[in-house]
């Protein structure tokens, strides 16, 4: 088994633009850079990064690489440590291949966006699943305008959104991912 049975998946293809066109979206360093630091901080093992364009890919495996080996990782042993976690897939389907390899029990697909559907979970009873350790659970964050109809039809479960006190709901990914792995893996204080 892996040291963690949840793993983030940033999605990049098959997700919307704003015309609802299913596009592949750009890879942006403050994501790749922000989302593993937030994963690792949480303890997560894995964060994969999923495009189906290779230079995309080189260009995610580049900028990992250099906060992992040379003048990077000499730099910023924090940063290399985040960046170790990160792997680059070009389809949820080795992202969920990969991932399934630390596992007896079938990998489940978790979505969310940033609108509400019908059937979603709060992230308190997602936090109560992730206690069986041997169950392992794959994320999946969209990029772009979000991820396809088709991306929560296969999704095994889906998480209400974040939602703050107003009618402005567009938070940034990074700042999604951050604020839902606080509430579904951080420590809960009585102080807080």
Known sequence: MTGNNLAIALVHHPVYNKHHE????ALTNLDQHDIARSSKTFGLDRFYIVTPSEEQRKL??????????GWGADYNPDRKQALDIVRVTPS??????????GF???VKLVVTGAATRPGSIALAAFRTLLQDPEQPYLL??????GLTDECFASAD????????NG???HL???????IMLDRIKGIEREDT
């Open 22 to 25: 299913v596009v592949t979206s």
């Open 60 to 69: 995610a495996e580049r900028i990992s690489g250099h906060w992992q080996h």
């Open 92 to 101: 949820i389907a080795t992202a969920v291949e990969d991932f399934q390899s």
């Open 104 to 106: 007896s029990e079938t």
């Open 140 to 145: 999946l964050l969209g990029t772009g305008w």
């Open 157 to 164: 479960i889906t998480l209400k959104p974040i939602a703050g």
């Open 167 to 169: 009618m402005y709901n």
């Open 172 to 178: 940034s990914v990074r700042s999604a991912a951050a």
